[in-house]
């Protein structure tokens, strides 16, 4: 190829994944799948690699890109970024509307009414429909520059569909309620502090130096206006947004216009209730004058717009009182300690439960039981206790103990060091079972159509099934005679077990539950390895190598497929008929010594982002290579990490190849794949 056909080639592909971006993050509706488009991913890499020259700033590669910073440097911003004023209630809200008209002598007016996302508020600095600077609100004058972060947020274009010369647009960045479970779940038994709620977990993601942590944790954004721009014009705010979706950016669908202050009053009522159905948190609702003209006429005060208002819900807190703690036992064997509340009306429904995550979290709000407390949902789901009303101690108040045996099977529990989850390590605990049962069937796994907890309980009860295999062996006649099972049923439920033997391969995976084991690495191992075979004997060192996989899910990995009883279980899915997956016709893997590491001499120097200096010698030695600690002639490669030391500069004198540390990475996956 020449110069130019690669160049041509290299903006197809950037083109062709920005619009499949866009159809995914913002549209939410992709075209293609996973596969195609990680093998687009893949090809412009490989090219970019090539052609190192031709990288430019807005190719979707460099969304995760550059080395942990040292800290953040601050930028101003162009129009101060204002805050808005608060109401609470329709009392209050009659009133900016009345203060709006006057202002405005009683001319007609229009409001524009949107969802108050609760995150964090950034600006995005777009010059020729480039983005080139991202920032923080920080005191309103001046942010903090996070752009590397802002980057990895999928559904901010890097370049827009609308080149304008210069347009600034300021949004909400959060995190779906999903995702923030999700990482307070694996906070806690990692021992790791938990957020208060997604706000606090997408400040904190947002603030990271190493942009690959922002990265890993899925945010998300709307815009919702306009900061500085130049070379374009609007009469209304509707219609801004409206360019702005056009060009690219995720604009919340959920915005309204109105005549009557009135119907906006409703509209709040309204979203008061069904902002529980969102895949977010809001706060609130912020209604904005439509007209730009007025809104330049009604101004602003030093902190803010006159011409909008934030409409804030109540905050969903409660306060009632512990009466008992008890364990609950989950499918991995955590015991997470559980507050049994007197009960107590919460965000629309009546809680009786809280979680108190595990033995730390306990210890350091100093819960007892008979304490009152604060309670509220977190991501609007999960019960938690926030915090102890001290001042209401009456000294009869107990701590908490966590019990040596597990309360279901009274197997001696552990507690591995450097983790905060007490765990029950008997595999054949009744709760651990159930618990399992209960998530191979679920949506995400199995999703075996017409099999709830209720049926699970009373086959259990039965003594019918006892793992999730004796499932693929249940007959006819052991289901018709169960508890609100009849004939038809009983035939209903044999076919969606059938129907779930030819599952593709990424549910089975995801359905087994190994440790730390989700959805998405589910389908990434499903992918690498096309079946249970080849999963069951892959090594760490090959698991660890894969992106998105690392040490911790590789060891879980590892240690689920040596215990005996889980390949035994394994064996017997399959016997049942459960697809294992298949292997593709193309090449596979070579033998050992095809391996482009074999019998070559290494020196690693400096250190390294994605292992420890023994975790990589023991990778080159398993692939057949030899590790020394100093530089010769007859060393082949120098593995280069963070601050090298003379032996590289050595290694450069001799000639000898440097191989930087995703390099490495490359070569030995190259070896796997
Ligand atoms: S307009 C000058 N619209 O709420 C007015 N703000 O203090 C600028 N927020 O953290 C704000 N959703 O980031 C506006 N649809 C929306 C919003 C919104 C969330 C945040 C904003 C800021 C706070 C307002």
Not at 142 to 167: A, C, H, M, Y
Not at 252 to 281: A, G, M
């Amino acid at each position: 190829m020449t110069i130019e056909e690669v160049q041509e080639k290299l903006e197809k592909l950037r083109a062709e994944i920005s619009y499949h971006d866009y159809r995914y993050y913002v549209l939410d509706n992709p075209v293609i799948s996973d596969a195609q488009y990680d093998a687009l991913m893949r090809e412009l890499i490989k090219l970019e690699k090539q052609y190192p020259e031709l990288i430019t700033p807005d190719s979707p590669s460099m969304r995760v890109s550059g080395q942990p910073r040292e800290g953040f440097t601050t930028l101003s911003h162009r129009l101060p970024m204002l805050s808005l004023a608060n109401v609470m209630g329709e009392e209050e809200l009659l009133d900016f509307d009345r203060r709006v008209r006057t202002s405005l002598l009683n001319e007609k007016i229009e409001y524009v009414v949107e969802l108050k996302v609760d995150g964090l508020a950034v600006s995005l600095w777009y010059e020729n429909g480039i983005l080139e600077r991202g920032a923080t609100r920080g005191d309103g004058f001046t942010g903090e520059d996070i752009t590397p972060n802002l980057k990895t947020i999928r559904s901010i274009p890097l370049r827009l569909q609308k080149p304008v010369p210069f347009l600034e647009v300021r949004g909400e960045a959060y995190m779906t309620k999903e995702i923030f479970l999700k990482l307070n779940q694996d906070r806690a038994e990692a021992g790791e502090p938990v957020f208060a709620n997604p706000r606090n977990a997408a400040a904190g993601s947002l603030r990271q130096l190493d942009p690959s942590i922002t990265a890993s944790r899925k945010l998300n954004l709307f815009i919702y206006g306009l900061g500085d721009y130049k070379g374009t014009d609007f009469t209304t705010h509707a219609q801004s947004l409206n360019f702005l979706k056009e060009a690219g950016f995720p604009v919340s669908k959920d915005f309204r216009l109105f005549n009557d202050i009135k119907e906006v009053t409703e509209h709040c009522r309204r979203w008061e209730k069904q902002r529980f159905n969102l895949p977010y948190t809001i706060d609130g609702l912020v209604i904005k004058v439509n007209s730009l003209a007025q809104q330049k006429r009604l101004g602003a005060t030093l902190k803010s717009p006159r011409w909008a208002i934030a409409y804030k819900f109540p905050a969903e807190q409660a306060q009632t009182e512990i009466k008992e703690i008890i364990i609950k036992v989950g499918r991995t064997g955590v015991l997470t300690p559980t507050a049994v509340l007197e009960p107590v009306r919460l965000a629309g429904t009546t809680v009786a439960r809280a979680t108190l995550h595990n033995e730390d979290i306990i210890k350091e709000k100093d819960i007892r039981v008979g304490d009152r407390v604060l309670v509220h949902k977190a991501g609007e789901i999960i019960p938690e206790v926030l915090e102890v009303l001290k001042t209401e101690r009456r000294g009869t108040e107990e701590p908490f103990v966590m019990p040596a045996k597990c309360p279901v099977c009274q197997a001696r529990v552990i507690r591995l060091a450097g983790e905060a989850a007490t765990r029950c390590p008997n595999l054949t605990c009744p709760a651990r079972q159930r618990e399992g049962l209960i998530h191979f069937i679920s949506r995400g796994a199995m999703d075996i159509a017409g099999l709830g907890q209720a049926t699970i309980d009373n086959l259990l009860k039965a003594k019918l099934i006892s793992d999730v295999a004796d499932l693929y062996y249940l007959k006819f006649d052991d289901l018709v005679n169960l508890e609100r099972m009849g004939p038809k049923s009983a035939q209903n439920l044999l076919a969606a077990i059938e129907k779930s033997k030819s599952n593709p391969l990424y549910r089975l995976v995801f359905a087994i539950g190994i440790i730390h084991v989700g959805e998405r690495a589910s389908r990434i191992l499903a992918a690498r390895f096309n079946t249970m075979e080849c999963l069951m004997k892959s090594a760490f060192e090959e698991l660890v190598v894969i992106p998105e996989i690392g040490p911790k899910i590789a060891a879980s990995i590892t240690a689920f497929f040596d215990l005996e009883q889980n390949r035994r279980l394994i064996a017997k899915l399959a016997q049942s008929g459960v697809k294992m997956g298949e292997k593709p016709p193309e090449k596979r893997v070579g033998a050992l010594n095809l391996t482009p590491l074999l019998n070559k001499m290494f020196v690693v120097t400096g250190t390294l982002k994605n292992y420890t200096r023994d975790q990589v010698q023991e990778i080159i030695r398993k692939s057949g290579g030899k590790v020394t600690s100093s530089v010769s002639k007859n060393t082949d490669y120098i593995l280069v990490g963070e601050e090298p030391g003379s032996k590289y500069t050595k290694a450069l004198t001799l000639g000898i190849p440097v191989l930087r540390e995703d390099e490495f990475l490359n070569l030995i996956s190259s070896e796997i794949s």
